[in-house]
Structures are given as structure tokens and as C-alpha cells.
């Protein structure tokens, strides 16, 4: 089955603590992407993947990290968590890019950071 | 002032209503549209996708873009239960790669049996 999978689906932490959100997809999709989700704010873009080694900036990417050393995966780093990112975070893949291709997207990940 | 506003509702139809779900968008430069459907815990699935201005429909669905108003908006007729979700409009600019969408913050569908 084609899928984006997230894990750890629900995380709640303490401000400090370095964590990572993975996510893998099974379409060998070149573009891959992170999303933060809030209230009122919508779907707001932190990182991108146009494909491996190849990362860029979204709308919101202070206090995140990304790396994309296999295709397939694609995790979220936050290396000093803090209150403000507490948030719902989808991963997505499309084939290559997002003119003319679905973006498929992960179940969620609902992170609490204390 | 937000590059994509949209009404968040919430939205309460009885079911086979005509619902019309709209948003504005202030960049002259977005060129694909999409709506997305999102149910309670889970992520976005694409559901309707248009380029540039027109009409596009699918089934139950249409969606429409108005460029020169900057307006763009998804019909659902005969609405059903199972449309009850929320609805988040999107956007991007024409280009040879598009890399950002731009989302509405989303309207909150409830379509009462």
C-alpha cells in the first residue's frame, strides 16, 4: 500500500530535549516536505526535499532541522524544543514537486512540548 | 495580511445541501489551485485540483477559479455525512518546479443526516 508513515505519532517532551519525528515513504517520490498545522494558521511549510542531499527552507524553519540522506526518509529534527512548537506536524511526498502530482500526506504527528 | 484567507466556519449544512466553500488569495503570481479534505486525525488528501481560472468538476464536486477577483471556491452538491471534515484551499505559483503551496487556515464542514 502507498503511504507516508510518521513516528512517533504522539510525543509529548520538555523544553531542551533534542527529538526527531521520522518520515518514510513507500512511492519513491522525490519531493518531500513538513508541515506545522495551528490553530486559525493552517498548513504552514517548515522544510522541503526536491530530492536527495537537496533540502530548502519553507515558511517557518527557525528551530528545526532536516536532512534527506535516502529517499524514501526524510526526519524532522528539533534539537532544543521549545513551548511555541508545540504543534501537529504532517510529513508529505509528491513524485517531483507539486505542479501536476498528488501529495500524499502522513496520518500526523501531535507534539506537546511542556 | 495573509496571502490566502479563508472563512474557518465551522460550516453546519443538512445533508443534500449545496455547500460553497470559498477563499481569497492575494498573490497575482498563485496559478495552480487545489482543495484539500481533512478528517478529524488525519492528514490532507488532495481532492480537487485546477489550473489557472475555470471551472473543474469531479462527481458531487466543483471547483472554481476567478483570477481576476482572486476568489476561488469548491461546490459540494447533494452533501452527504461523510463530507464532514475540513476543507483547505491551496495554492502556488506558476513555475518549472513548484517547491512552496501556500494553505488556507481551513473551513470546518459539518453535514448534519
Known amino acids: 500500500e502507498a503511504q507516508v508513515t510518521q513516528n512517533p505519532r504522539y510525543l509529548i517532551t520538555v523544553t531542551g530535549k533534542k527529538l526527531t519525528v521520522t518520515c518514510s515513504q513507500n512511492?519513491?517520490?522525490?519531493?518531500m516536505s513538513w508541515y506545522r498545522q495551528d490553530p486559525g494558521l493552517g498548513l504552514r511549510q517548515i522544510y522541503y526535499s526536491m530530492n536527495v542531499e537537496v533540502t530548502d527552507k519553507g515558511d517557518v524553519p527557525e528551530g528545526y532541522k532536516v536532512s534527506r540522506k535516502e529517499k524514501r526518509n526524510f526526519p524532522l529534527i528539533l534539537e532544543s524544543p521549545s513551548p511555541n512548537q508545540t504543534s501537529l506536524y504532517f510529513c508529505a511526498s509528491s513524485l517531483m514537486g507539486l505542479n501536476t502530482d498528488t501529495q500524499y500526506f502522513g496520518p500526523g504527528t501531535r507534539l506537546t512540548v511542556l | 495580511q495573509k496571502e490566502v484567507e479563508q472563512d474557518p466556519g465551522p460550516l453546519s449544512v443538512p445533508e443534500g445541501a449545496i455547500v460553497s466553500l470559498n477563499c481569497t488569495y492575494s498573490n497575482s503570481a498563485f496559478q495552480y489551485f487545489m482543495w484539500y479534505r481533512q478528517y478529524s486525525r488525519k492528514g490532507p488528501e488532495l481532492l480537487m485540483y485546477t489550473y489557472s481560472s475555470g471551472n473543474k468538476e469531479d462527481g458531487r464536486f466543483t471547483a472554481q477559479v476567478d483570477k481576476s477577483s482572486k476568489y476561488i471556491s469548491l461546490f459540494i452538491r447533494d452533501s452527504q455525512p461523510s463530507d464532514s471534515a475540513t476543507y483547505l484551499c491551496a495554492m502556488t505559483a506558476s513555475s518549472g518546479s513548484a517547491r512552496q503551496l501556500t494553505f488556507g487556515s481551513g473551513t470546518q464542514l459539518t453535514v448534519l443526516p
Open positions: 512511492m519513491n517520490h522525490e519531493y
